[in-house]
């Protein structure tokens, strides 16, 4: 087993599972347990999502995930490890070393950022795969009531070289003791890695593509808008849903290159998951 095949295959499986593990746990809603009393709990079910086939793409690609989450708990809806441990997608996934300390929130994130194959539209094709990898980087958000401002530094470490910057205002809300809402608006910033990585085109890539294309050359710069709203339901006693919604749009440098087939870029979740308590 080479160091390379541990690098794209093993480092792969590891941020996979990760997101796989947590990704219902703390969906973009937010971070809310319903747990009821002390003790261990432990979720199980799964999640079905839709996203584009590549940043960029006109098709799209249905994906489960599992749901496996262990939990402590004490008593109470906002209690649990959703308090410190956030997953806002697989790419995200965020570790609360400093807690709603006077609205104040921040700490480490980790995730996996999925690649580009060049099978995945016929624009592609010639211009070779672009590798997923490991994303690490930080968070920090401060609340205010109802009101939520975030911001996000995700570089990844593996695979493509590239590096994102996100800023995000938005609400929070519990409506009930088991049901939270969330909605946020927010813009992205990539470095010229992330941008030639996923958007651009070498002159070596322009040589071997099938579509003709020719060579070019991003720069840093805000790569998007976005739109995001989000649901937690305990719709009974032990059976918990999530739902997410999520609208980007392709600007600057990146939404003028000829990989991109269109700007608008939809994605989606749905889980369901079933709480196991041990007391």
């Known amino acids: 087993m080479t160091a390379s095949w541990l690098q794209s295959n093993g480092l792969r499986f590891v941020s996979l599972a990760l997101a796989k593990l947590l990704i219902v746990a703390s969906t973009p809603a937010g971070a809310m347990d319903f747990g009821r009393g002390d003790g261990f709990s432990l979720k199980v079910g799964g999640a079905v ?46 570790f609360k070393l400093l807690r709603d300390v006077y609205g104040f929130s921040a700490g480490p994130l980790v995730g996996y950022a999925f690649g580009r194959d060049q099978d995945d539209a016929a624009i592609l094709e010639g211009l070779g795969d ?31 070289d590239g590096a994102q910057l996100a800023f995000a205002l938005g609400i929070e809300h519990a409506i009930s003791p088991a049901m939270e809402i969330r ?46 709203t989000g649901l937690k339901t305990e719709i009974w006693d032990r059976w918990s849903l999530r739902t997410t919604l999520k609208y980007s749009r392709l600007i600057g440098d990146a939404a003028d290159s000829p990989v991109v087939q269109s700007e608008d870029q939809f994605s989606g979740l749905i889980g369901l998951s079933y709480r196991l308590d041990f007391k």
Do not use: C, M
């Open 49 to 94: 999502g839709v996203r584009p086939k590549y940043e960029g793409s006109s098709s799209y690609k249905v994906y489960g995930l599992p749901i496996i989450l262990p939990s402590f708990s004490r008593s109470g809806p906002l209690s649990g490890i959703g308090q410190f441990v956030e997953v806002r997608g697989p790419d995200d996934v965020r």
């Open 183 to 228: 909605g946020q608006v927010g813009t992205t910033y990539a470095d010229e890695d992330y941008i030639q990585s996923y958007f651009g085109i070498t002159n070596a890539q322009a040589l071997t593509s099938r579509a003709g294309l020719r060579p070019y050359q991003g720069e840093a710069g805000f790569k998007d808008i976005f739109v995001e």
């Open 130 to 160: 672009v590798d997923g990898g490991v994303i690490v980087g930080a968070f920090a958000s401060y609340r205010f009531h109802w009101l939520l401002a975030d911001v996000a530094y995700k570089n990844q470490v593996s695979g493509a």
